[in-house]
């Protein structure tokens, strides 16, 4: 009997309240729908709810909680501004998933170093950004305060990243390809009300049904929502003890479709470059079993149009899969021009200190390449310095023969180049890189392990 109730008692000592939380903040929201509440109410009952739950949580907890607000924070964002969009007083809901971090931070302050290099360039880019505040106040606040969080939260977060985290953020992915399919089916109402809103400066938004070639899942847009599939599908195919053609082949599918209703040709076609990457640099199998992979992928890759055929997808959409016609494709061409219109914005000034972070990889001004956008935030100087840094730290860890380095750092690859076509490393999806960058480089196992 003793036995027992020690074995509840453990049970109920190590049960997440994150699973609590997703109930109060589904609860609050839809009552918002209802009018039960008012729209302020959500915003200060939203807030006050996460942080009384976080007092409570131990740091593992902690970590669970940030990355479930990260995903979901878009889907509560539209529920509670219904028919309105973003653009409403209940758009700083995007900051509730900073206030974990935040006591994540107090908790672990004394347990954690934090690296030195890194602290100062986080130092020089918000002194930098305090020069051009002014110009951009919403978003430079929200890109300081988004990269120093992030940036912590990954610092911290290396001591307890381990395979039950691994799993709990492959479930989200799950949940969230599951909620695709449900858009596919039938867009709920708030979703219907944020495209409408947004469809008038986002042109990829054609249709607001569940037709739409787009869909954006729980995040704020679809090609954040392919980001965090990506990530899933990454860590679901080097993850230890999973056999591919078993369990680990469905969790598999069921991400791509989701991430293939995304539209976003971005990570479909970038997953299978960070996988032999990531397999070679670890020379995790022989030179013939490499061919074998590489022919799979073009194999799939070739498929990809009859796929978007059997989604019902419009003609201009199944060309863009299409593999061979990628060099003279629109969209590619456009994305170039792009580049060569922001590189026209460069002054004296953003070349040498920046416009401030966050002030060209959010809203209109919003830039889509992340490397460029990063060296008119901060400068050239610091953006040399700030990459060399990563590029150092991922490089110094690559011979390691550890399951979790190798997850970490083929999502690392992934958002790296990722980061060519949007802004990653210090956007809206950062939050990924920068929790996989510090496991990558921040752990020292030594278990070897194979791809299977």
């Not at 950004?129 to 912590?152: C, D, E, M, Y």
């Not at 992928?297 to 059997?310: D, E, K, N, Y």
């Not at 023969?401 to 950062?430: D, E, H, K, P, R």
Request: hydrophobic share 55%.
């Amino acid at each position: 009997m003793k036995s027992s109730r020690a074995f509840v008692g453990k049970v109920e000592e190590d049960r997440s309240y994150v699973y609590v939380l997703i109930l109060a903040l589904i609860a609050l929201n839809a009552a918002v729908v209802v009018s039960v509440l008012p729209g302020y109410a959500v915003i200060y009952i939203s807030f006050l709810t996460v942080f009384l739950f976080s007092l409570k949580f131990k740091s593992k907890d902690l970590i669970k909680t940030v990355l479930l607000l990260f995903v979901f924070s878009g889907m509560m964002r539209r529920i509670a501004a219904s028919d309105s969009g973003y653009f409403t007083p209940n758009d700083i809901l995007i900051l509730l998933p900073y206030v974990p971090i935040f006591i994540l931070f107090f908790k672990n302050l004394k347990k954690v170093n934090f690296d030195v290099y890194i602290s100062i360039m986080l130092y020089l880019i918000s002194l930098l950004a305090l020069f051009s505040l002014q110009q951009s106040l919403s978003n430079i606040l929200w890109g300081i305060v988004n990269l120093v969080s992030v940036i912590i939260f990954g610092q911290i977060s290396k001591a307890y990243l381990d395979e039950d985290l691994i799993s709990f953020v492959i479930n989200l992915g799950l949940i969230t390809a599951f909620y695709i399919f449900f858009q596919k089916v039938s867009l709920p109402e708030y979703d219907v009300g944020w495209c409408q809103n947004r469809k008038s400066e986002l042109i990829v938004l054609e249709t607001c049904t569940s037709k739409s070639t787009r869909l954006w899942g729980t995040m704020e847009s679809a090609i954040n929502m392919a980001c965090f599939l990506s990530v899933c599908f990454l860590l679901i195919m080097f993850q230890r003890k999973s056999r591919l053609f078993g369990g680990k082949f469905i969790k598999l599918l069921i991400i791509f479709v989701a991430l293939f209703l995304t539209g976003t040709r971005t990570y479909i076609f970038l997953i299978p470059v960070a996988f032999l990457i990531s397999i070679y640099c670890f020379k995790r199998v022989s030179i013939s079993r490499f061919f074998v992979w590489v022919s799979c992928i073009v194999f799939v890759a070739i498929q990809l149009p009859s796929l978007a055929q059997f989604f019902g997808y419009e003609s201009r959409w199944i060309e863009r899969l299409n593999v061979s016609r990628l060099m003279g494709d629109q969209s590619l061409n456009e994305r170039f021009g792009l580049i060569v219109n922001a590189l026209d914005q460069i002054t004296v000034k953003n070349f040498l200190i920046g416009d401030g972070i966050g002030s060209k990889s959010r809203g209109l001004s919003a830039i889509d390449n992340g490397y460029v956008s990063l060296m008119l935030e901060i400068g050239l100087p610091l953006a040399i310095v700030f990459l060399t840094i990563i590029v150092y730290r991922l490089k110094s860890i690559y011979h390691f023969q550890s399951q979790l380095v190798l997850q970490s750092w083929s999502v690392c690859i992934l958002l790296i180049m990722a980061n060519l076509s949007y802004v990653v490393l210090t956007g809206s999806s950062s939050v990924f890189f920068w929790l996989f960058f510090f496991a990558a480089y921040g752990s020292s196992y030594s278990n070897r392990v194979s791809v299977q």
